[in-house]
């Protein structure tokens, strides 16, 4: 797949995540399909991002792969800065994998030939 990026050369850290045009983004609650987030493996959030202003949480970041919604995953810390979500990530293990930050669309077509 060209222009599939990957984490796996990024510095542990914390990171505040933005679009482009400055909005703040923050990482899907849900299983996200292979091939979203410009990676074939995407990694999302296995749980709630923290409700309370100040707050940190641990969290569990799921790898999605072809043989489940949660194949791998990693540890990360998330705080609410009550504008924004700050997360404490860790790089991937592999040059597939990325995290998703942002809406994820899935559009579904339905082909009907006659």
Same mark, same amino acid.
Do not use: F
């Given at each position: 797949m060209?222009?599939?990026k990957?984490?796996r #050369?990024?510095?542990?850290g914390?990171y505040?995540?933005? &679009?482009? $045009? !400055?909005?703040?983004l923050t990482?899907?609650?849900?299983?996200?399909?292979?091939?979203?987030?410009g990676?074939? #493996?995407?990694?999302?959030?296995?749980?709630?991002?923290p &409700?309370l $202003? !100040?707050?940190?949480?641990?969290?569990v970041a799921?790898?999605?792969?072809s043989?489940s919604t949660c194949?791998?995953s990693?540890q990360?810390?998330i705080?609410?800065c009550?504008?924004f979500m700050?997360y404490?990530l860790i790089?991937?293990?592999g040059?597939?994998?990325r995290?998703?930050f942002?809406?994820v669309m899935?559009?579904?077509c339905?082909?009907r030939f006659?």
């Open positions: 060209i222009g599939v990957c984490d #050369y990024m510095e542990p914390w505040r995540v933005q &679009s482009e $045009s !400055g909005q703040n990482m899907p609650t849900s299983p996200i399909p292979m091939y979203s987030c990676a074939k #493996y995407p990694i999302w959030l296995n749980g709630d991002h &409700s $202003s !100040g707050d940190i949480v641990d969290r799921c790898v999605a792969t043989k194949d791998h990693y990360i810390k705080k609410n009550q504008d700050a404490y790089k991937a293990t040059c597939n994998e995290y998703c942002g809406t899935i559009i579904i339905s082909l006659v």
